[in-house]
């Protein structure tokens, strides 16, 4: 029975649901802390809260959490903990779809919109549900007049028949034609890696990305350097 239909498959499996939670308790409590997120309407301004966190805290750790290794993982998770206010992320499908991220926070009291590759997870790809996944967080995003900021390290699409006869070209075109669309500002930070297509549809400025920035730690390019030295020098 919960194979066919529990919690566990449709959070985990499906994407049906966004979230589990242990009781109802818990449930009401984190469905307010969503509704707090969002405006009252499409027709409303973002919620502003009181921020304590001051605007100029510098973060020294962030100069290091990114390994200058790129083949070496880290976790997304803290870059962004680092970077909104009071380190609180309000994840949305947090089980479906590791390798993408997709939630709220806010930045000097104001709800935005966060979209980010997870290099923890399978490098950080894409693949046909972390571009659904991501598609429907921006299309929601704009529709509520929500900015979006992006944080991509993507090494491409995942590779595969399996990707292929399920149409990842297809559901890739998804995430591409959501930012294209999208009329809220868009902000996007490259941590480390982005390559090919897969950098293209992550809020390029390709795609009207309104504020594009790259960290030292920056890769960008149609494949990795390792990749592209192969291909020249083959046969050598």
């Known amino acids: 029975q919960e194979e066919l239909g529990g919690a566990r498959t449709h959070t985990v499996k ?40 001051p605007i100029d805290r510098a973060e020294e750790s962030l100069d290091t959490i990114v390994p200058l290794d790129s083949n070496k993982p880290y976790d997304m998770h803290e870059v962004i ?12 499908m947090p089980t479906y779809a590791r390798n993408i991220l997709t939630g709220f926070a806010r930045m000097n009291g104001r ?14 790809v894409l693949d046909i549900n972390s571009s659904t996944k991501a598609a429907r967080m921006v299309r929601f995003s704009d529709a509520f007049n929500i900015p979006i900021l992006t944080f991509v390290d993507v090494p491409g699409f995942l590779p595969g028949t399996d990707q292929e006869y399920g149409g990842i070209i297809r559901h890739g075109a998804k995430l591409l034609f959501a930012y294209a669309e999208a009329t809220v500002p868009k902000v996007t930070v490259i941590t480390r890696k982005a390559y090919g297509g897969a950098y293209d549809v992550m809020s390029s400025k390709h795609l009207r990305g309104d504020s594009n920035y790259s960290w030292p730690t920056g890769e960008i390019g149609v494949m990795g350097a390792k990749g592209a030295v192969e291909i020249i020098f083959r046969g050598k």
Request: net charge negative.
């Open 14 to 53: 499906s994407g049906v649901a966004h979230n589990a939670f242990e009781n109802e308790i818990e449930a009401l409590r984190r469905t307010r802390d969503f509704f707090d997120y969002l405006p009252l309407s499409n027709r409303h301004s973002v919620p502003v809260l009181p921020c304590t966190d």
């Open 81 to 92: 903990s680092k970077i909104v206010d009071n380190g609180e992320f309000f994840e949305i």
């Open 111 to 124: 709800t935005v919109c966060i979209i980010a590759n997870q290099p923890k997870e399978s490098a950080g």
